[in-house]
């Protein structure tokens, strides 16, 4: 079955720097998009950045857009998420997900989700 498992996370000052990881197994990982959505305590969770299956294009939200970068290993079955310049209003728990197909906009797995907290 398709299990997703982020590592990374943790307590970084305002202006650090994060890298996330999500190892995946149970699909074809080279066949398919890869994403990155957040959830902050009483929000609704929200998308961060997408990659496509081949690596070559990438989108973000506006709000992390020249700070966040997003990146894969096909090889290592693996998607990344280097944050830097964080700032508090980045705090959240940040899931990593699976899109649908190849060149997806829509998601159908998540895994259990890592906790990113930037403090003042």
């Known amino acids: 079955q398709v299990q997703l498992v982020e590592s990374g996370g943790g307590l970084v000052q305002a202006g650090g720097s994060l890298r996330l990881s999500c190892a995946a197994s149970g699909f074809t990982f080279s066949s398919y998009t890869m994403g990155w959505f957040r959830q902050a305590p009483g929000k609704e969770r929200e998308f961060v950045a997408r990659i496509w299956w081949s690596g070559r294009t990438t989108y973000y939200a506006d709000s992390v857009k020249g700070r966040f970068t997003i990146s894969r290993d096909n090889a290592k079955n693996t998607v990344y998420l280097q944050m830097n310049s964080l700032k508090p209003d980045d705090s959240a728990v940040y899931y990593c997900?699976?899109?649908?197909?190849?060149?997806?906009?829509?998601?159908?797995?998540w895994g259990q989700g890592t906790q990113v907290t930037v403090s003042s």
């Open positions: 997900a699976k899109g649908v197909s190849d060149y997806a906009r829509e998601f159908d797995y």
